[in-house]
């Protein structure tokens, strides 16, 4: 993976899942901001000029399928990657016909996740 300056949103109502994630992304050398919900995530300048977002689906409040819808209808085009512990095909076939890279089951593969965030700052498929 190529490094980069570019920042990774990560919104995830669990503050061990988002630890976790910021280390992991860290450790590709790649800058990671995290946000306890959705509206934390659309109160910040910085999430929204993220590079991508990497939401949980069920949160409190406004869900990670709401956050996508907000940005959409706000014209915010943030390549979005959703995680779920939930497995649930009608929300994954939602997330990923609205637009989303990818929808990861927890427990993922982390070279899975990285795979794809790499897609999203090289701009391949």
């Known amino acids: 993976m190529a490094p980069c300056n570019a920042a990774i949103a990560i919104v995830d109502d669990d503050e061990s899942v988002r ?3 910021v280390g992991l992304i860290n450790s590709f050398q790649l800058r990671a901001h995290s946000y306890a919900s959705a509206l ?6 910085m999430g929204l000029a993220s ?13 990670g399928l709401e956050l996508q819808s907000a940005l959409i209808s706000s014209g ?6 959703f995680i779920s512990a939930a497995n649930q095909e009608r929300v994954r076939s939602q997330a990923l016909d609205s ?3 990818a929808f990861l089951s927890k427990p993922f593969d982390p070279r899975e996740l990285m795979g794809h965030i ?3 700052l090289c701009g391949q498929p």
């Not at 590079?51 to 869900?63: F, Q, R, Y």
């Not at 915010?76 to 990657?81: A, E, G, Q, Y």
Request: net charge negative.
């Open 118 to 120: 790499d897609s999203v």
């Open 19 to 21: 630890d976790s994630l």
């Open 76 to 81: 915010r085009d943030i390549p979005m990657i």
């Open 51 to 63: 590079a991508c977002i990497l939401a949980d689906v069920n949160m409190p409040g406004m869900s």
């Open 40 to 45: 934390e995530l659309l109160d910040s300048e």
């Open 99 to 101: 637009g989303a890279v």
